[in-house]
């Protein structure tokens, strides 16, 4: 089992750049989230999904886009990449809503 | 609007010895409360938890306790070890039906041999 994986570890873009971040998971878990987190900040919840085929926005979903077409992978996507979303990103998993499985996160520096 | 509060951003505690890490809420629709333990570049993992049914909840070295009149839950480290220096974030939820978690800023916990 190796529990929720992402890629890439780290990715440095340029202002307007676009890119994907991958995450995938093999605990058969409904649950899939997205989530980042600023220095000295608690984790933020960007999207998250219940279900294949079912998504929903976080508190800070604005500049992101999600899509969850297999139970397995739940990938988010950056359009137009801003200084502002510099930040390291988590990708979850859970089978009920509370114990969530995190995958070891995305650094992400856009310049 | 900061639901959930870690007012101390770090502590650092003597091997042996109790840590206490606090967590203060405002939302009285959480009923299960999380903590979730961090290492530097690895995804935070689930440590214990605590319903709001309950007062307090035990699991080896690591008790948890509500207040819930208060809005207050604080994790218990007992005896404290080198491999508990990490950050802690305080992560409540909701009822069912809304068990999204809420973190809070989290506390670095350094334990000193």
């Known amino acids: 089992n190796a529990g929720v994986t992402q890629t890439p570890k780290f990715r440095i873009l340029k202002i307007g750049q676009s890119m994907t971040l991958q995450c995938t998971q093999d605990?058969?878990?409904?649950?899939m989230y997205w989530y980042r987190q600023d220095p000295g900040m608690g984790l933020k919840l960007i999207y998250y999904s219940v279900g294949a085929g079912i998504t929903d926005k976080g508190e800070v979903p604005n500049g992101y886009n999600v899509s969850r077409s297999t139970t397995e992978d739940f990938p988010l996507r950056l359009e137009l990449a801003a200084p502002s979303q510099t930040s390291v990103y988590f990708c979850a998993s859970s089978y009920a809503q509370r114990e969530q499985y995190f995958g070891p996160g995305t650094r992400l520096t856009v310049t | 609007d900061q639901q959930v509060k870690q007012n101390s951003p770090s502590l650092s505690v003597q091997e042996g010895r109790i840590s206490i890490l606090n967590c203060d809420y405002t939302n009285s629709m959480f009923d299960y409360f999380l903590w979730y333990k961090k290492y530097p570049a690895e995804g935070p993992t689930f440590l214990i938890s605590?319903?709001?049914?309950?007062d307090k909840n035990e699991d080896g070295r690591f008790t948890v306790f509500l207040n819930k009149s208060a809005k207050h839950l604080s994790l218990h480290i007992v005896p404290s070890q080198p491999g508990d220096s990490a950050v802690y974030f305080c992560?409540?939820?909701?009822?069912?039906?809304?068990?999204?978690?809420?973190f809070g800023t989290g506390t670095r916990l350094t334990i000193i041999p």
């Open positions: 605590i319903s709001s049914i309950k």
């Open positions: 605990m058969n878990h409904n649950y």
């Open positions: 992560a409540p939820s909701g009822a069912f039906g809304n068990e999204k978690l809420t």
